[in-house]
């Protein structure tokens, strides 16, 4: 199937009524989890994912994501209007969106953001549709080697780019690697650190991990607060109307964020926080005046607007093609998949055209969805930041629990739940990242694994392993991303030694 | 205090992975067994860790962590007590039950009014009861009674 005659297709799947509700309900879960300051967009998919069970794979994927990419419209929204991140790919928003709030310019700015989002949002699945397609066909000739090699290579990228220390990451993917290996062994049948428990030979389950530390870390952040007042600018429906020289100034920021999110998204890493900061400085460096950001510049709110939502398209492309997920909102639409035995790799596309191409088909329609939502509707999402905080936390605990009780009816799973939460509490106190050990316990399997086989089938032998041309050139790419700062510091050390200012 | 806690106790944990991976049979390169990845994963686990907390207690006491006043640090630890107590006595008093103690309790002393508290409790558990166990068959506990 041609991308077009796929796209058709897909379009005859996505309208289909129920799966038109799915997404409806995705992208307006998503604007108001994006919305709500402190409640994630993947907390929420963990949430919902066990509502999907009963669903059938496409309208379960077209859901989910659904939450995922309007998490990106509704969190510019509070960056806007509020001064406070509604969630984290929103931060960079905030210098000149607020900004413009406080001089009257709001509406243009909310325009802007969502038009940004809904042209990113169109050039991601654009985007899907030929890279998938393409990485799928190449994807075919891999091997137990191949996947080892982009399993382990993803991890250390993943490490390098989420921010903070390297050590810190490190430590966070060795975790995330020893508890994916609880369980029994997919290869012997031998159970592995359970220590006799019948319950832990299943493993430990990746939703209650992350309810835990997406969903019970950030109330309890929320608890620290109590009883919390948030003041919000109030916007009239003719001031959406941005000025002819504001959408001039936008064009061209929105289309280079959209690139940019995109690429952004097929790298392993925190992609839609990441690609907002990327655009941020492109835009930073493209503009004649770049001492004027930060006073309320619409090209730093269209930037990393269209950027963040170019992001979410583009890391759809890795666990699509290669069924591989590299941050913790792909690995909760994998679990969808593989619940529904479902396995998301380079034969999906051919194989259930009906999940692959309704998606990306999906994915137009929400982004339209999105836009009617956040525009005209804008009010009416800006009055859920007026509930009581305290409320909303406690009602989302509660929802944790129940949640996650219910994946498998299992207490095991409740005790992971707050486990996690109350470990994700404490590395959010330490400002570290938990996403690589997410990704980590998801992607441990796979690598032991494709490790196991690729070792039987070179018969031992390491060289041959990772010599082969594709796992070689991967392995090099990682270990230069993971290295080149550090190599760069040292040159300039020794190079110019430049007194510090 | 945090920031060398969570370190100590992650090579604690490695410590404990790597003799129980070592237990496993190892296999051979050529046919690598249930233990030998754990293993390696062990191996890494305990040098990361180990540099992690060297540097944590190399550090001034007390860097890293922002320190809570006692307000704020008393609202997370109710929180805290009382997701355990709900796991602790699920079983037991049923779910309506747990529930409701508690929404109460947390919305309570999270800085709710107690009838705010008590009619969230009440519409919070007997609504996600209904949801959950009734509409999608989950067989939540319902306790002795």
């Known amino acids: 199937m041609g991308p077009l005659e796929g796209l058709a297709y897909g379009f005859s799947i996505a309208l289909l009524p129920g799966n038109l509700f799915a997404c409806f309900i995705g992208v307006l879960v998503g604007t108001i989890v994006g919305v709500l300051p402190g409640i994630g967009p993947v907390g929420a998919m963990a949430l919902l994912l066990p509502s999907t069970f009963a669903m059938h794979p496409a309208t379960a994927l077209i859901m989910l994501a659904g939450i995922y990419y309007g998490a990106m419209y509704g969190g510019s929204t509070t960056s806007i209007l509020v001064n406070v991140p509604g969630e984290a790919g929103s931060v960079v928003t905030l210098l000149d969106g607020y900004q413009m709030t406080r001089k009257g310019r709001a509406g243009a700015a909310l325009t802007i953001s969502a038009v940004g989002s809904f042209f990113a949002g169109t050039v991601g699945v654009v985007g899907i549709m030929l890279a998938a397609g393409w990485l799928a066909d190449v994807a075919i000739q891999f091997g137990p080697p191949e996947y080892f090699a982009i399993t382990l290579g993803g991890i250390l990228l993943l490490s390098r780019l989420s921010g903070g220390s390297i050590l810190n990451a490190f430590v966070m993917v060795a975790l995330g690697l020893a508890l994916g290996t609880v369980g029994m062994d997919s290869i012997s049948a031998l159970r592995r650190f359970t220590f006799g428990s019948v319950q832990l030979a299943q493993g430990i389950e990746l939703v209650p991990v992350i309810m835990g530390v997406y969903g019970v870390a950030e109330v309890l952040l929320l608890a620290e607060e ?12 003719r001031e959406l109307l941005p000025t002819p020289e504001e959408w001039r100034r936008s064009t061209m920021p929105i289309a280079r964020g959209s690139v940019v999110g995109f690429l952004t998204g097929l790298v392993p890493g925190p992609a839609a926080v990441l690609s907002t900061f990327i655009s941020y400085t492109v835009e930073k460096k493209m503009s004649k005046t770049p001492e ?27 666990l699509l093609s290669l069924g591989i997920p590299f941050s913790p909102a792909t690995a909760i639409l994998l679990g969808a998949l593989v619940v529904h035995g479902l396995q998301p790799g380079p034969l999906m596309i051919s194989q259930r055209p009906e999940v692959f191409w309704g998606f990306v088909a999906s994915m137009y329609i929400g982004n339209l969805m999105l836009l009617i939502l956040n525009l005209p509707l804008v009010g009416v999402f800006v009055t859920v930041l007026r509930l009581p905080q305290h409320v909303l936390a406690t009602l989302v605990l509660l929802l944790c629990l129940v949640g996650a009780f219910s994946l498998s009816n299992s207490f095991l799973d409740l005790w992971v739940l707050v486990i996690f939460g109350v470990f994700g509490y404490a590395l959010r106190k330490l400002r570290v990242d938990p996403s690589p050990m997410v990704v980590a316990l998801v992607l441990g399997p ?3 694994k494709t490790l196991r086989q690729a070792l039987f089938l070179t018969r031992g032998s390491v060289v041959d392993l990772v010599a082969r041309p594709l796992s070689a050139t991967i392995l090099v790419l990682a270990a230069a991303a993971l290295f080149a700062p550090l190599l760069v510091r040292l040159v300039r050390g020794r190079g110019f030694a430049k007194p510090t200012p | ?14 410590g404990v992975y790597l003799t129980v991976a070592l237990r496993l049979p190892f296999g051979a390169a050529a046919r690598p067994g249930a233990g030998f990845y754990p293993v390696i994963v062990a191996v890494f686990a305990i040098v990361v860790a180990l540099v992690a907390t060297a540097s944590a207690f190399r550090g001034a006491p007390g860097a890293g962590a922002v320190e809570l006043d006692a307000a704020p640090r008393r609202r997370v630890m109710i929180t805290v007590v009382a997701l355990v107590a709900f796991c602790l006595v699920l079983p037991w008093v049923g779910y309506p039950a747990a529930a ?7 919305l309570r002393y999270l800085g709710g009014r107690w009838t705010t508290a008590l009619l969230t409790g009440v519409l919070s558990s007997a609504g996600s009861y209904g949801l959950f166990a009734v509409l999608l068959d989950v067989p939540l506990p319902h306790g002795p009674w």
């Open chain 1, 226 to 237: 109590g009883i919390a007042k948030t003041q919000i600018a109030s916007v009239k429906l």
């Open chain 1, 446 to 448: 796979m690598m032991e």
């Open chain 2, 1 to 14: 205090m945090l920031a060398r806690a969570v370190p100590l106790i992650l090579l604690v944990a490695a």
């Open chain 2, 100 to 106: 409701f103690a508690f929404v109460t309790v947390v």
């Open chain 1, 292 to 318: 004027k950001f930060g006073t309320g510049m619409i090209e730093g709110v269209a930037g990393p607007e269209a950027a963040n939502n170019g992001a979410t398209a583009g890391a759809m492309v890795p």
